[in-house]
Structures are given as structure tokens and as C-alpha cells.
């Protein structure tokens, strides 16, 4: 492979990248949410969205 065509796979994946994190961020977004709590963070059982304690 040619750098060029390396480079152009690697972009196509960032775009793809980030398309797919923008697709979970409006999943987390709109989820009912059903948070199981640990000491440092809780996360979500239905959509895996973690909110992390900060003390």
C-alpha cells in the first residue's frame, strides 16, 4: 500500500469513528437510564454511559 492510500483508510476511519461515536452519545442521551453505583462511578446497564465521582 502506498502512503497516500494508508492515510485515505485512516481518514475514512476517523470519519467513521466519530460517526459512530455521535450515534452512541444520542443513544446515551436518550436512554432511560438504570445506573448500578460503585464507589468511584456509576454506569448505565442498559447503555453502558458512565458518570465518574469526583470528590
Known amino acids: 500500500m ?9 481518514n475514512q476511519m476517523k470519519i467513521h469513528l466519530s460517526f459512530l461515536e455521535n ?9 432511560d437510564h438504570h445506573f448500578l453505583m460503585n464507589l468511584s462511578h456509576e454506569k ?3 447503555c453502558n454511559k458512565v ?3 469526583h470528590y
Open 44 to 46: 448505565c446497564l442498559k
Open 23 to 31: 450515534r452512541l452519545k444520542e443513544n446515551q442521551k436518550n436512554c
Open 2 to 10: 502506498k502512503i497516500q492510500e494508508i492515510e485515505e483508510e485512516i
Open 51 to 53: 458518570n465518574v465521582f
